[in-house]
């Protein structure tokens, strides 16, 4: 299966190879706690399915892009979008970091679980 029909023109290909060097991760997962490893991406924008713990780390159109579990079509389309729309790359991919500090922190995850706990 060729997901980009259209990368067998070189010329095109050489035009989206920096776009692609910069997403580098795409989550297609079908169920998963918030996984660590799009936590771990975040900082660069994300595309991951609308899957439980997955959808947590994106907000759609934010920082990144959910797509259906299994749906490779809307795959394709989210990572066009990238190709499509350079721009949207460094935009996303503060918005990440940004989501990353706030939500995911250790710091404040460990200060917030000690003190549910009465710590």
Do not use: W
Request: hydrophobic fraction near 40%.
């Amino acid at each position: 299966m060729t997901f980009f029909p259209f990368f067998k023109q070189q010329r095109l290909l050489g035009r989206v190879q920096p776009q692609l060097s910069q997403i580098r991760r795409v989550y297609p997962s079908c169920q998963e706690r918030v996984p660590k490893s799009t936590q771990e991406a975040m900082g660069r924008p994300i595309i991951t399915t609308d899957a439980p713990g997955c959808r947590e780390t994106v907000i759609e159109g934010l920082n990144g892009f959910l797509v259906p579990v299994r749906d490779v079509g809307a795959l394709v389309r989210a990572m066009e979008r990238f190709i499509l729309e350079p721009d949207l790359i460094e935009r996303m991919g503060k918005e990440s970091r940004r989501l990353a500090e706030e939500r995911f922190d250790v710091h404040k995850i460990k200060a917030r679980f000690l003190q549910e706990m009465g710590l």
